[in-house]
């Protein structure tokens, strides 16, 4: 997964937002960081929320089929599923932690962008909710409270961007330790 | 844990700074919500930060004392005191989910504030990985990596106040709940 390509308005937006948040960033400011006239960022993007939702669209690009992607190719057992699913959704960071840091700021947008949005992480959810209940219910995973668990899990992957700092290489071996991580948190047992 | 007594101007600044982050947030903002001139808010707290950092006292205050009394309380146990500590970071959240939820705007503020918030929360996960380290010793916990499961298990707790909005009773059974997940995720086995 690749870092996308981003225009200058875009590189220029990510440093702005990154630092002063959705809220606290102006279109000029962008301007300034971008060296792009105020009008040519109007034109190509309406507003302050479209730039920014061109921002998540990258980041949020193929996330969920990704995770389905990565189901899938955990075959029938829930415990490779769910390892690799929770791998998936860390290895999205390697797009650039600085966009995937943005996300929370999603709360600021108006309905229709946020729903958009929204939509994939409740995708995500479900589809980890849905292996969970599998491995649960063929006594694989002693987990007592699914959804709570599983928002949990969502929940310390999501914040990895924000500490994470270090090169891709390692960045792999963290993904596979909260794969690890997850699978205890389940409560699955290899010798149950 | 009680709410505590909010003065009008922190009122109206938990109102802004909840809506519109701490960048986002002008001084004017507060003003017009608690009902409070400007030259009084600079009188009581000299400028935005300073508003901030009252606020975030507030939200701070006893957390590291009271994880270290959760602790003791869980004696000699390493399971019960892990289990302890989890929810005693979890309660906190019940000073207000919202006043919890301005933390990760710690980032924003000058060095010397800065510090002073993150070497609580540098305190909290030294407490949490020397359990978890200790369980580990003992043989009760086959966690493989103690300074990524802390880290997952400390990230895991600081999200929920961003979605967990019912009310208190509830909200003890999700703390005991995640005491659980957290014994879970590192690999405590009651039979082991």
Known sequence: MAQPEL??????????FYEKGFRGTTVRDISQRAGVAMPTLYYYHGNKEGIFTALLECATKDFLARAYAARDEGGDKPEVRLAYVVESILLRTLIGPRMVALEPDIRYLSAPNRDRFERVRTGVERLLLGIVREGRRRGLFTVSDPVLTTRALLDMCDAVPSWYVEC????????????????NAVGYRADG
Chains 1, 2 share one sequence.
């Open 168 to 183: 891709p290489p390692k960045y792999h071996a963290v993904a596979q330790k909260y794969g690890a991580i997850a699978l």
């Open 7 to 16: 225009s200058p308005i875009l590189r220029g937006a990510l440093d702005a």
